[in-house]
Every structure is written in structure tokens, then in C-alpha cells.
């Protein structure tokens, strides 16, 4: 069995290019999942497995199996369905009819999967668990998309299922942010206070902090700020390095963060930042967000408390 080139799976989106939030290379290249990529679908793959304890019995006789969708949606999870037989029923193969990143609708056959009846029956629940879900993360992702416009939407790092998360934003067309805490620099409230030194407050923090940091980062840094104040301490102590600094402007609403746009542009130091909206971002506000003129928000709400997309594997009689 070999993996595919995904049409679209991995392709720059307008303007993405710009910015530092799309990490979906680091997950998948024209050569198929990366050893990053791969390795997490085997974790989470082979814990699925051992909480399913299921040796289970059936027949041995071959038989053919559908894949149907019973929802509306966008299918994620193809690689990863293909890994797990790939790892643990290697005595059966799956036709898929819809690619990653395809519509699914009622009635709709997605795959059809062939092999000894024992197999297919164990496989069943842990193909649709883990379709499903990465669907659902998708399809919600999508309409996150959407709505947003022009403007980007990314996750954040508050995952269940880690980087299967991940791809399955970036297959709805969101960004995939940090793959992981050492993918790329970020200065947290938490950061920054753990490095406070005795009597300093956190703009004079933040300045000490940035100034510091290496004029040459391969990824991007982030610092999270929480106000006007330290939004321009971190601008002022970057200075004109050839990287953009990201500025995660945390838990401030979009009113807030036309102030911060207005307060850098009278410096001469909007053009070195890119502007993170970030902290109770909900999709009915994306187009407050993208008239303020933030360049990106990030919400964990792309993936979490997401309803899966419901899919059933029926055996064909003979």
C-alpha cells in the first residue's frame, strides 16, 4: 500500500506565504506524510488499538465493505485510515472514492474496503472513530475558513489528538500554527514572568527579553502580549530585523486591537509585526477581526468540542 500525493493537501494558500502560521510542510511533502507526521499517527493509531483489546473473532472469508458518509462534510483521515491497515491489517486494501479534503454527503460511498471478514470487523470502530473525528475537525475548519474571509484563521497547541488535529485543520483550509512547543519561539505571559527580575514590571521585562533574543531564528517568535503598553515594547525592542515578530494579542477584542494597529503605524512599526488575534475568537466576530486589520486569529475552537462526521462500514452480502 502507498500513500498519495494529496491534491491541494499541502499547497500555499493566498497570502499564507506571508506568514508563519502554515506548518503543514513540516507534516506532508510530494514524497507523502513526513517521519514527524508518521510517527504520530502510529501513537495514536496503536493506542486505539490497545484500548480497543480487540482480538474479536470472525470468519475468515474475504468480503467487501462500504464506507458510507451519513453527513455533510469535508473527509480527513485517509492517510491516516490507510496507516492503520497499513500497520495492523495488512490483509486488507481500501479504494477510496472521495480524496482527503473531498465533500461527503448522505448516502455517499467514501471507500470500499476488502478483506477476511474478522479483520474488517475489527478494524471497523477505530477506522470510523478516527475518520470521523479528523472529518468533523475539518469540516468545522472549513467553515471557520470561510466565514473569516480573507482573513487567516490557525489553531493553537490546545489539541486532543495532537498533530491528527493539526492536519485535519490544515485539510479545511485553517493554519496549522506551532506543530510543537520547540517548532518556533513563543514568549507567553508565563515565560515572561518566570524570567522577571527583582522589581521589574512587564513592559521593561518584554524589552530586555526581545533585545536579547538571536537577530537569526530558521522559524518565527512569538510574544504574547496583553496590552497596548507591552504591544509597543516588543515592537520597539525587535527594532528592523529582516523577520517579522509575531504579536499574539491576547484576550483583547477587536476595538483593542485597532488601538494597538493605530499606536504602531504612528511609530513606523506595523510593517515589522504580524498581528495574532488570539482568546475568545468565535466565528460570529471573524468580520470584526478582519475589518480591525489583524493579519491572523487563532482559536482552539477550530478542533476542540468539534461533532464528528458520522460514517458507517456496511458489509456487502454476498
Given amino acids: 500500500m502507498t500513500f498519495r500525493t494529496i491534491e491541494g493537501g499541502v499547497s500555499i494558500r493566498s497570502g499564507v506565504s506571508e506568514l508563519p502560521h502554515d506548518r503543514s510542510g513540516m507534516l506532508w511533502s510530494e514524497a507523502g506524510p513526513s517521519a514527524m507526521f508518521t510517527e504520530s499517527m502510529d501513537r495514536w493509531i496503536g493506542s486505539m488499538i490497545s484500548d480497543d483489546h480487540g482480538e474479536g473473532d470472525g470468519p475468515e472469508t474475504v468480503v467487501e465493505a462500504e464506507m458510507v458518509s ?150 518565527f517568535t512569538t510574544v504574547e502580549v496583553r496590552n497596548v503598553d507591552e504591544v509597543m515594547a516588543a515592537a520597539r525592542a525587535w527594532g528592523d530585523r529582516d523577520s517579522r515578530l509575531v504579536l499574539m494579542l491576547d484576550n483583547m477584542d477587536p476595538s483593542d486591537a485597532s488601538g494597538v494597529i493605530s499606536s504602531l503605524m504612528e511609530e513606523g512599526l506595523r510593517e515589522r509585526c504580524v498581528l495574532e488575534g488570539s482568546g475568545g475568537v468565535k466565528m460570529e466576530s471573524l468580520s470584526k477581526w478582519l475589518d480591525c486589520g489583524v493579519d491572523v486569529v487563532s482559536s482552539s475552537r477550530l478542533n476542540l468540542g468539534v461533532t464528528p462526521i458520522d460514517f458507517s462500514i456496511l458489509v456487502r452480502g454476498s
Fill in 70 to 219: 451519513k453527513s455533510i462534510g469535508i473527509l480527513c483521515g485517509n492517510s491516516v485510515a490507510e496507516r492503520l491497515l497499513q500497520s495492523y491489517f495488512p490483509d486488507c486494501s481500501v479504494e477510496w472514492s472521495v480524496g482527503e479534503g473531498g465533500e461527503v454527503s448522505p448516502g455517499l460511498c467514501v471507500a470500499l474496503l476488502q478483506g477476511p471478514a474478522r479483520s474488517i470487523l475489527q478494524l471497523e470502530r477505530i477506522l470510523l472513530n478516527l475518520v470521523g473525528r479528523l472529518s468533523g475537525i475539518a469540516t468545522n475548519a472549513s467553515q471557520w475558513s470561510k466565514a473569516a474571509g480573507s482573513l487567516h484563521v490557525a489553531a493553537t497547541r490546545k489539541t486532543a489528538w495532537g498533530l491528527l488535529d493539526k492536519w485535519a485543520v490544515h485539510i479545511g483550509g485553517g493554519l496549522t500554527h506551532r506543530l510543537n512547543r520547540s517548532d518556533a519561539m513563543m514568549l507567553k505571559e508565563n515565560d515572561i514572568a518566570a524570567m522577571l527580575e527583582d522589581g521589574e514590571v512587564s513592559t521593561d521585562a518584554i524589552t530586555r527579553i526581545v533585545s536579547q533574543l538571536p537577530t537569526e531564528n530558521e522559524s
